[in-house]
């Protein structure tokens, strides 16, 4: 018998081959640069492929411009046919489909989620002839081989059809709102004859935009207001505290003044002293959204980052699947094998043994579940390869955070001293570790922050050494940071676990948002507040999380996509034709700011060290290469600068600290910015250069100043 299985990574369809191999030595088949693996186990010969994500995507069932629009009739097709820069995918297709044609069996094992569960079945429909009404489903949550020779055995004997029918019903809809919207907003501007830019809006990517938009308007028209604090110092036995005034806000300095002149040179009096013991009960496992939150607090990790190397860890059967929104761990996933595994590793070897030798190993769990997965734990296995330190890290991270679960609560003492002087009260906070518990596990992600108390007591007195009072003014509301922006997306419902990181990455390269403190660029206020006035359902939050909500009732068999397809078309249909009537409006005023956006995100506030020109970001029109040129160029000035030649560049409003040029940054999907200075990078360049290349009479050695590259380009 031969068995196709389809996976949706090459990494992981070499671990599943060698899994199901009976002597764990698949054999490697190359055909059209395709790899393919076939294993032996007993009378049946099991054929893996993979594919690369989704080899088929939605797109209008006729043949029309990409320019056309509102589309409503669509259709599956492979993604070569719909993309050109997909064109590899065909080979993909060819070498899966010679395959099935050969095949008495087929698998999906493609990841357990939304998206995997339709990337096989769209594979085995169509590269398959059909073969997804006989395919069976195989279901696991880690690469080792242990789990994944189970998962075999115990097939689902038909694909998971409700789980499909609701990720094609996201990615229809996806489809209808973002193919309709942005083809007219950027459509729209580009009649205008300004030039072209994409811009783009979706179902998704609108009310995380709107976040954003409102969160940069309050910023904006917030007005500061004036408040006092008093600041108090207490000095005992040579050491200086800090006290806290009973008041936090004091509204008039009149105000703030009298309290200092009553408690000035005074001496304060003990009024009480008062403690508890707090106990903090251990932390719960990691879901996705919690692992990026704190990769983002401790290493400063993007979401799209941290998912990314949380995928390279799954492949190498170090950590189970990411995309989990559970924040539970099954005992079926075997505690004290994993921490057997992890105790294997020296630094975490007396840690894991603490935990072994309890009566019963019983993790804190959490209110979240996912019914395909569990919370991401360690697998206890140790990396094939050094790993690279972000690997090593979010590891690291895993790693603790597992045994953390696992641990006693902490326990800590909290005191607090009231000290008086007349009608005024302040006080002095502290705290110490009694039991460190979990802490001890999740160090040093988790550390002990305890304050000393001086040892005085009901009664004492003690001169106050300084008081001031010191105007401060209110602040709005912080900006968000990817991670603060994913956890908003998360709270009100808008995407799910698997796309909400590629959705901020989406707003960056598409410069409606930039910096890590993220502000609202004025192409985004302008889209957001055009679609408010025209058509505020399409940024709703709560439209959107009501469109989610449904998709997981398909999943749940309480709906049908037709039905979810149908009502939001109902929907979608006359705001689109009353957006095309108002067309020309709607063009100008984003032609307007595209422009100017376009002149100020490539322009310098850095002049010309030459001619005082503004220095731009120029791409060449012959050989394709970006740098920095000076727009004095047709009076003779030829200043350039190199830049990096991948990813998506902006200048920061950041300047270097060595020479004082504006920094720039190149984001590349996946990997955390990369932000530089191209006047020192050329300094540097041209040293190396002259100490590897004597240095002629006429030449000049690299300084520290801004320095002439050579012309690279008339443009």
């Known amino acids: 018998m031969q068995t196709l299985v389809v996976c949706e990574k090459p990494d992981a369809a070499a671990r599943v081959a060698q899994a199901l191999d009976e002597d764990g030595d698949p054999r490697r088949i190359e055909s059209q640069g395709v790899s393919v693996y076939e294993s032996k186990n007993r009378n049946e010969t099991i054929l893996v492929c993979s594919a690369i994500g989704h080899l088929y995507a939605v797109d209008s ?18 993604k070569h046919l719909i993309d050109k820069n997909s064109a590899r995918l065909a080979r993909w297709i060819q070498v899966i489909s010679s395959l099935a044609g050969k095949a008495d069996r087929y698998v999906n094992a493609c990841d357990y989620d939304v998206e995997g569960s339709l990337i096989g079945y769209t594979i085995l429909r169509y590269a398959c002839h059909g073969a997804d009404s006989k395919a069976q489903r195989m279901k696991f949550s880690t690469m080792t081989e242990k789990e994944l020779r189970a998962a075999y055995k115990t097939l689902s004997p038909h694909l998971d059809m409700p789980t499909v029918e609701a990720g094609q019903a996201r990615h229809e809809l996806d489809w209808l709102y973002g193919i309709n919207l942005s083809r007219l907003l950027t459509e729209s501007a ?48 040579g050491q200086d505290y800090t006290l806290e005034y009973e008041r936090e806000k004091i509204s008039t300095l009149a105000e703030a003044e009298r309290i200092v002149r009553d408690c000035k040179n005074s001496m304060l009096e003990v009024e009480s002293a008062e403690s508890r013991h707090v106990q903090q009960s251990s932390p719960y496992p990691f879901d996705l959204s919690n692992l990026q939150r704190e990769a983002y607090r401790h290493f400063g990790y993007t979401p799209s980052r941290t998912l990314a190397i949380a995928e390279k860890l799954y ?25 057997h595994g992890i105790g294997n590793s020296a630094q975490y070897r007396s840690l894991a043994t603490k935990l072994s030798v309890q ?19 360690p697998t206890g296995e140790s990396p094939k390869r050094t790993l690279i330190q972000p690997e090593a890290k979010l590891l690291d991270l895993i790693v603790r955070r597992f045994m953390a679960t696992f ?36 160090k040093p992600y988790a550390s002990d922050e305890s304050q000393k108390l001086p040892d005085i007591k009901v009664g004492d007195k003690t001169p106050l050494t300084k008081i001031q009072a010191v105007q401060k003014f209110t602040e709005p509301q912080p900006r968000y940071n990817p991670s603060s922006l994913l956890q908003k997306m998360e709270n009100e419902n808008i995407g799910t676990k698997a796309t909400r990181a590629e959705i901020i990455e989406i707003l960056y390269r598409r410069d409606y948002i930039k910096n890590i403190r993220i502000e609202a660029t004025p192409l985004a206020l302008k889209i957001i507040n055009l679609l408010k006035k025209y058509c505020p359902m399409i940024i709703d939050p709560e439209f959107t999380a009501k469109l989610e909500t449904s998709m997981d009732n398909i999943q749940a068999l309480q709906t049908t996509r037709s039905h979810v397809l149908a009502e939001t078309l109902e929907h ?17 005023q984003l032609a307007e700011v595209v422009t100017s956006q376009r002149i100020a995100r490539l322009t310098f506030d850095y002049p010309c060290p030459q001619c005082s020109s503004n220095l731009k970001i120029i791409r060449s029109r012959t050989s394709g290469k970006r740098f920095i040129g000076c727009t004095g160029y047709e009076k003779g000035c030829r200043f350039t600068l190199p830049l990096p030649q991948f990813g998506n560049l902006s200048i920061t409003p950041m300047h270097c600290k060595t020479c004082g040029f504006q920094l720039v940054q190149a984001r590349t999907k996946g990997r955390r910015p990369m932000t530089s200075c191209a006047r020192c990078y050329s300094n540097k360049t041209k040293a190396v250069a002259s100490a590897v290349s004597p240095t002629s009479s006429g030449a000049q050695p690299a300084t520290n100043s801004l320095v002439e590259a050579a012309s690279l380009v008339k443009d």
């Open 359 to 377: 009566v019963a190993l019983r993790p804190n769990q959490g209110l979240k579940e996912d019914p395909a997965h569990p919370a991401v734990y």
């Open 407 to 442: 641990a006693e609560a902490s326990l800590r003492e909290t005191s607090r001293l009231t000290f008086k002087k007349d009608l005024h009260r302040f006080f002095l906070k502290g705290s110490r570790l009694l039991r460190e518990g979990w802490i001890e596990f999740y």
């Open 315 to 339: 492949l190498e059967a170090l950590i189970s699947y990411p995309r989990t929104s559970s924040q539970k761990l099954p005992p079926d996933i075997g505690y004290s094998e994993i921490l």
């Open 61 to 78: 069932k006729t043949h029309t411009s990409r320019r056309y629009y509102p589309v409503w009739d669509f259709d599956w097709k492979p």
């Open 572 to 588: 979608l249909r006359p705001v689109m034709l009353d957006l095309i009537a108002r067309e020309d409006e709607i063009g100008s």
């Open 190 to 237: 580009l009649k205008q004859n300004r030039g072209y830019s994409t811009l783009s809006t979706g179902r998704v990517q609108g009310p995380t935009l709107k976040f954003v938009v409102d969160r940069e308007e309050e910023i904006q028209s917030f007005t500061p207001t004036p408040f006092w604090t008093i600041e108090a110092t207490v000095t005992h036995i």
